[in-house]
């Protein structure tokens, strides 16, 4: 937000926004690492967590890349949301579209940096990935009709695969 707005042309009340922006997800997060050092006794009880989950921080790149040729596992189309996402976050960028490029990039590289079981998730809610695609799609009637067959289809194709049991959206 500071690299699009400029922070030279900001006014002091624009700033003292800015920079409470850039407080806050810090001092929450602090404020909660205080509340599980009160209550269990440990301030990164949220990373050690993890572990029951057989996940550890790594290279997202990495974890990301280790799943995308295993076709047979649950994880590949996991891994999949992965590379699609760090492409929209490119797009963003290259769109001049730094604020929410970063923040997409961010976010998923944080989350496959311990398994990409959650990409999906994180994928479908980043808003800034629906802004861009929509911008891309929209771009013409022809892309237009065609992103709304492919979007028709990837909701047939979950909807039967959530409600079959498959293990592809476990």
């Known amino acids: 937000l500071m690299l699009q707005h400029g922070v030279a ?31 269990v006794g440990d301030p990164l009880a949220f990373v050690h967590i993890q572990a029951s989950w057989g996940r550890s921080l790594g290279n997202p790149f990495q974890n990301i890349a280790a799943w995308l040729p295993v076709l047979r596992s649950n994880k590949s189309p996991m891994a999949m949301f992965g590379v699609l996402g760090l492409a929209m976050g490119l797009v963003m960028l290259l769109r001049r579209q730094f604020g929410m490029g970063l923040f997409s990039l961010g976010v998923l590289l944080i ?60």
């Not at 001092?27 to 009160?38: D, E, Q, S």
């Not at 496959?112 to 861009?132: C, D, E, M, Q, Y």
Request: charged share 10%.
């Open 111 to 170: 989350s496959a940096s311990s398994s990409v079981l959650s990409l999906p998730r994180f994928f479908g809610g980043l808003a800034p990935n629906s802004i861009v695609g929509a911008q891309v799609l929209g771009g013409g009637r022809i892309r237009f009709w065609i992103s709304i067959v492919l979007g028709l289809l990837i909701g047939l194709v979950g909807a039967v695969a959530w409600m079959g049991g498959t293990q592809i959206l476990a």
């Open 9 to 39: 042309r900001a006014s002091p009340r624009e700033r003292f926004s800015l920079a409470l922006a850039l407080v806050a997800p810090a001092a929450g997060i602090g404020c909660f690492m205080l509340f599980l050092w009160w209550y």
